[in-house]
Each structure stands twice: as C-alpha cells, then as structure tokens.
C-alpha cells in the first residue's frame, strides 16, 4: 500500500514563505511525474507545479517566478518551496505521485493560509 505524506503547510503572512514536502512510502516503483496541485473553497482543484523523472518541471502562471518545485528520487520526496507567497495562494495543497506504470498516488492534504 503506497501513502503519501505531505508536511509544511501553515499560516503565514502575505510576502512570506513556506516550504512543503511530500514523501512517498509503501510499494511505490519507477515514479515518473511528481506534482503539487491545490484547491481554495468553491474552487476545482489545479495544479501548481509538477516535475518529471528528469528534472522538467512546469509551472502555473499564477506561481511562476514565486514557487520552486524539486525532487529527491533516492528518497520518494517531491517539496514546493513557496516564495512572495499571495492571500490568493490559500488553499488545501496536494502532492500527486505517477507510476510509469500508470498508478497514480494522491496525499491527504495540507492547509496553506495567507493573510494580508
């Protein structure tokens, strides 16, 4: 059984930053995409970043220039460094894990607040 564990999220005020982590235990095999998406009240979750096996990563607009996305293969981790963090960057975010394979591994969550 494959679990997702994100960390990091919290209050923190407008301007600042944070820094999520997302590990990956259990029977996980040859991850190739690693990703963070996120989802505010009344809102469809999107993505943020995501970043393939070889290090390629694409951003939303909305984070370009503000968030870092980064991975440590030996250790299943994928981690988000948020910068010049927005009140408009309050959400619930997710770390997404993809198999070669196809499987797809989603974690439980972490609450981001920005207040202005």
């Known amino acids: 059984q494959v679990q997702l564990v994100e960390s990091g999220g919290g209050l923190v005020q407008a301007g600042g930053s944070l820094r999520l982590s997302c590990a990956a235990s259990?029977?996980?095999?040859?991850?190739?995409?690693m990703g963070w998406y996120r989802q505010a009240p009344g809102t469809q979750r999107g993505l943020v970043a995501v970043?393939?096996?070889?290090?390629?990563?694409n951003y939303a607009d909305s984070v370009k220039g503000r968030f870092t996305i980064s991975r440590d293969n030996a250790k299943n981790t994928v981690y988000l460094q948020m910068n010049s963090l927005k009140p408009e960057d309050t959400a619930v975010y997710y770390c997404?894990?993809?198999?070669?394979?196809?499987?797809?591994?989603w974690g439980q969550g972490t609450q981001v607040t920005v207040s202005s």
């Open positions: 997404k894990m993809q198999e070669y394979r196809g499987n797809a591994y």
């Open positions: 259990g029977s996980i095999f040859s991850i190739n995409t």
């Open positions: 970043i393939t096996s070889i290090g390629s990563t």
